[in-house]
């Protein structure tokens, strides 16, 4: 890196102990080793005083778009331990035959950039350095999140998770089935596919018979197809076949990516895959990181 060799290392942690963070930045005297940190996304700008006050310590704002996809052509350009950084998943729906496989993403232009974090945005990436925001949703992982909080009394990301993985949806979601008695075949909707999602609930009898972790695993189905909907219209307004999907709502969530790289082959025919990144939310640190040893 930038004529350095080394290994990178990631951590992360809760936005709520970022005043423990700089404390400690503060008790090890960071100051002796750099006295300007490179940063990007909203922290930069939430903290900054806090750094500089606490820390003694100085941020250098940097935007969160150009350093999501400078990471991402960066990390991907040097794999991950020997191997692709990039893959997909081939079967996702059939647990025996799911693989997840390497993608070579050599010539990765043009593609579409999704972004999930708290919300999501969605980038059409022409080159490393012609992009634009093609649009966004305020529903991402911090709506998962948060309504798991409120519907299941769960009190960290990874039990939300957990509890997903144990649910059934359908029980908590009205199918196509649920109103047709099958498949409505006219305009090619399958019996499984959500006609409403949450739609059971409005039966008193049906909402007696959920549990905690039948609600997660909806909550998550619906927020993963919202994106996965969106992303798929985006792909086809751009002309754009590659979708890589990045931010830490994927960390530890196998269930939404193959729901993601299953819808985007399902609904379009073939026509649109699904990518993902080994390094999922650690992306604008990388090009964060990059600009600092640019400009050393």
Partial sequence: MCGRKGNLHFIRFPTHDMPAFIQMGSEKE???????L?????????????????????????????????GVLYIDSVGFNGHSECYYFENPT??????????????????????IGSGVSILAVYSKENYKRVTGTSLGGGTFYGLCCLLTGCS???????????????????????????????????????????GNMM??????????????????ITITN????????????ENINRVVFVGNF????????????????YWSKGQLKALFLEHEGYFGAVGALLELLDSA
Wanted: glycine share 6%; hydrophobic share 40%.
């Fill in 156 to 198: 960290t990301f990874e039990e939300a998770l957990e509890m997903a993985s144990h649910g059934d949806s359908t029980k908590v979601d009205k199918l196509v089935r649920d109103i047709y008695g099958g498949d409505y075949e006219r305009f090619g909707l399958p019996g499984w596919a959500v006609a409403s999602s949450f």
């Fill in 38 to 70: 490179c940063a990007t996304g909203g922290g930069a700008y939430k903290f900054e005083q806090d750094f500089r006050t606490m820390g003694d310590l100085q941020l250098r704002k940097l935007d969160e778009l150009d350093c999501l996809i400078k």
């Fill in 226 to 237: 919202n994106i996965g909907s969106i992303a798929r219209m985006c792909a086809l307004n």
């Fill in 30 to 36: 960071f100051t002796s080793l750099h006295t300007t």
């Fill in 94 to 115: 059939d647990a025996e035959r799911c693989q997840k496989l390497p993608f070579n993403l050599e010539n990765p232009y043009p593609l579409l950039l999704v972004n």
């Fill in 250 to 265: 994927l960390r530890i969530n196998t269930i939404s990516m193959r729901l993601l790289a299953y819808a985007l082959d």
């Fill in 203 to 220: 039966s008193k009898e049906k909402r007696e018979s959920v549990s905690k972790e039948d609600l997660a695993k909806a909550t998550l």
